[in-house]
């Protein structure tokens, strides 16, 4: 990431007038042409952009959370906007976006105890919305409360004078007055509403909706930060905050704001979502955005967070997408969802921080690093915490360098390297030898170190302990990540070791996948088995030797008479740095080249262009449908879908092994969309169903229009019958 002093932030200022693709702030610079890139996606073309919510993925360290607070702190004093964010992680029982929220002049809400109570029962909710709301609360703690009495009792409850707060309500529960049923009736059908309703004002969760100062925020200021940190994620105070503070943006905040445009943030949104209950109020935010003048950003790690639930279908909502660095993995998911194409999605995984593949509408895909100044970076920080441990690190050696210091020089400029050598050697380095340019050494040159955990992977593997090597390979995956870096050769090269594992596991489609994997990341890897010589298991498996060959010393030349004296060796204080890096480091490899056959070299482009979805867009019988293909483990999640058509009547799909789904039209609701999963062995391999719509001419008895497809693995849907080609469903 790129900062800038604060004395100098206006040469961000030129950026603005200088890009031509899109109007608004400046957020940074584009990689590939070196041009800058802004953007205000409310301020963009709605025939290209129709829609201006944005979803931020990336992992731990990219940048992802620091460009979305810069990009709304921007909005705000350049143009006015608004913003509300959900934030539910932090540092030091704070949340990310507290420090930013101050500066801007606006006001951080931490429900709880000795905190904000938000009111469930204010007159500014309209009675339909106070009756919704406090629902909502009692089904986050005690669904089975709600029966159709209950209900009743409740609407009663809220008509009684007390019920301008939640314990007023609770009152009006226990102590009811006669209505159009007697005052004894009502108590009793009361009872289990009044009970879950007192989790909030006696029980475990009191104080986040009750108390005298109970009220809701004020709606002029230009940012609100709603800190969930000091919630407990396993209860259901988070459910029950989204619920109200979902209604009071619908009902409150959005029609009094006189901001120009408004923005509601989700800061790690994987929690919010995976709540059926919040994750349907963000979808329907998501939809009505538009006419609402709001744009929701969702701030998340990764999509697999979400699972394979439907909450994934909001990331396609999404208009504007930032991808920081994700594993291989990770970014093959997010680039198949997204339709990113594929150098965009080898690029994810060498991004460095502040760096992200921006996708914006339907076309426009550019690799951006974020700028920004020393005000911004100070505002944005999230890693107090890390320095603290690394100053307390450097408190507790106060042997070690300082910090700053650079190839092993002290301040005094005296060489600290060579004491270092002396203790981890016990060897004697006398300061005053000479140090010319001679290439001799005054001790025994190490062994190459070995990494052995490849080795011992592929051996579990070939005695059928699959388990134990999957196990010991991700380890040392991980290890390897943490050590070198997500894109390091020594991080791929486990990639390589899995992708034996698979082979040898009897799961050929994966180890294809893997070596895809490395081949989209752009690393010129050559494939080698090799026995170490140590071994003297003659049965055991080749094993890859994750070193470089040692090339073969020369011999030294025998001394002369005038050379047979002996001398004092001269030393290098710059080879003793070589020596402790190559002690510190395990050298990655490559493996020995082998040939491929034919097939296999097939199976390699397939697997190159794999994206694990597709979908083709249909016409049939005059209804609009969509056929769609998801890639899961073991299995293919085939989706015919409508979208509400209302010719649709009759929806059918068949595939392999018996596996059909079909929904009829009911009571003049549409049919639902059928779904089906069918059980693959080759993961490389094209799934053939047949897809049947009854729609204007169909009646109720008769065979309905249907179409037989290939869906490829490569995003490509063909006509089984024809061998044509099938528009896709992401272009229409």
């Not at 002093?5 to 070196?34: C, E, K, M, Y």
């Not at 004093?77 to 913003?83: K, M």
């Not at 939809?287 to 979400?306: G, P």
Request: with cysteine.
């Amino acid at each position: 990431m790129i900062r800038l002093p604060s004395t100098h932030a206006a040469v961000t200022a030129p950026l603005v007038a200088s890009n031509q693709a899109f109007p608004g702030i400046p957020v940074g610079r584009s990689l590939l042409d070196g041009r800058p890139f802004h953007l205000s996606p409310v301020m963009t073309d709605p025939a290209f952009l129709p829609a201006t919510n944005s979803l931020a993925l990336g992992g731990l360290g990219s940048g992802k959370s620091t460009t979305a607070k810069i990009r709304q702190r921007r909005e705000i004093l350049d143009h006015g906007h608004q913003a509300v964010v959900i934030d539910s992680f932090g540092e030091d029982t704070s949340g990310e976006w507290a420090l930013l929220t101050h500066d801007l002049g606006g006001q951080v809400i931490k429900p709880g105890p000795g905190g904000f109570a938000l009111n469930p029962c204010s007159e500014l909710f309209p009675p339909q919305v106070r009756e919704q709301l406090v629902r909502s609360l009692i089904a986050a703690v005690e669904p089975a409360a709600l029966t159709p009495q209950a209900a009743h009792a409740l609407q009663h409850a809220l008509t009684h004078p007390k019920a301008t707060s939640l314990s007023g309500l609770v009152d009006a529960l226990v102590l009811p007055e006669a209505g159009r049923w007697p005052a004894e009736r009502l108590t009793e059908w009361g009872e289990g509403v009044a009970i879950a309703l007192s989790r909030y004002t006696e029980g475990s969760l009191l104080g986040l909706f009750d108390g005298q100062d109970a009220s809701l925020p004020p709606t002029d200021l230009p940012i609100i930060s709603f800190d969930f940190t000091g919630l407990d994620r396993n209860s259901p105070a988070i459910p029950a905050m989204m619920a109200a503070v979902a209604c009071w943006v619908e009902q409150v905040w959005l029609p009094q704001s006189t901001a120009v445009h408004r923005h509601l943030v989700l800061e790690e949104a994987w929690q919010i979502l995976l709540s059926p209950a919040t994750a349907g109020l963000i979808q329907r935010q998501l939809k009505n955005s538009r006419k609402a003048n709001l744009s929701l950003d969702v701030v998340m790690h990764t999509l697999s967070d979400l699972g394979d639930g439907p909450a994934q279908d909001l990331a396609r909502l999404c208009e504007v997408v930032h991808i920081g660095r994700l594993n291989p993995e990770e970014a093959a998911l997010v680039g198949a969802l997204l339709g990113l194409p594929a150098w965009a999605i080898a690029r994810i995984p060498t991004l460095g921080q502040g760096e992200a593949v921006w996708k914006v509408g339907p076309d426009y895909v550019d690799v951006v690093r974020t700028v920004i100044t020393e005000e911004e970076a100070r505002l944005t920080d999230t890693s107090t915490r890390r320095r603290k441990a690394q100053q307390a690190l450097i408190v507790e050696e106060p042997d070690a360098p300082a910090v700053g210091d650079t190839g092993g020089v002290a301040e005094d400029g005296d060489d600290v390297l060579p004491e270092f050598l002396e203790q981890q050697f016990g060897t004697a380095v006398d300061e005053d030898d000479d140090v010319p340019g001679d290439t001799e050494w005054d001790w025994e040159m190490p062994p190459n170190v070995l990494d052995v955990r490849h080795q011992d992977v592929v051996r579990a593997a070939a005695e059928g302990r699959c388990n134990e090597a999957a196990q010991l390979a991700a380890i040392g995956e991980r290890e390897d990540i943490t050590a070198h870096g997500i894109n390091s050769d020594e991080a791929v090269s486990w990639l390589v070791t899995r992708a034996r594992v698979a082979e040898l596991c009897g799961n050929p489609a994966q180890a294809v996948q893997l070596r895809a994997t490395v081949a989209r990341m752009g690393k010129d890897v050559e494939w080698f088995e090799k026995t170490p010589d140590h071994s003297t298991d003659h049965t055991a498996p080749a094993a890859p030797a994750w070193h470089p060959p040692v090339p073969e010393s020369a011999p030294a030349p025998a001394p002369s008479s005038e050379t047979a004296a002996p001398s004092k060796p001269q030393r290098h204080t710059g080879r003793y740095v070589a020596t402790v890096a190559a002690l510190a480091l395990v050298v990655a490899g490559v493996w020995k080249g082998v040939e491929l056959q034919q097939d296999h070299q097939a199976r390699e482009q397939t697997a190159a262009a794999y994206t694990g979805r597709s979908g083709a867009a249909l016409t049939i019988d005059g209804v609009r449908a969509d056929v769609v293909a998801q890639w899961s483990s073991g299995y293919v999640v085939v989706e015919l879908r409508s979208y509400f058509d209302r010719n649709a009547k009759y929806l059918r799909i068949d595939g392999d092994h018996g596996t059909t789904a079909s929904s009829h039209q009911e009571s003049g609701w549409y049919p639902k969309d059928p779904q089906i999963k069918v059980p693959f062995e080759d993961r490389l391999a094209d799934v053939t169903v047949r897809v049947a719509v009854g729609g204007k001419t169909w009646k109720e008895g008769e065979r309905a229009q249907s179409r037989t497809l290939r869906l490829s693995p490569t995003g490509v849907v063909y006509d089984a019958d024809s061998g044509q080609r099938l528009p896709s469903d992401l272009d229409s």
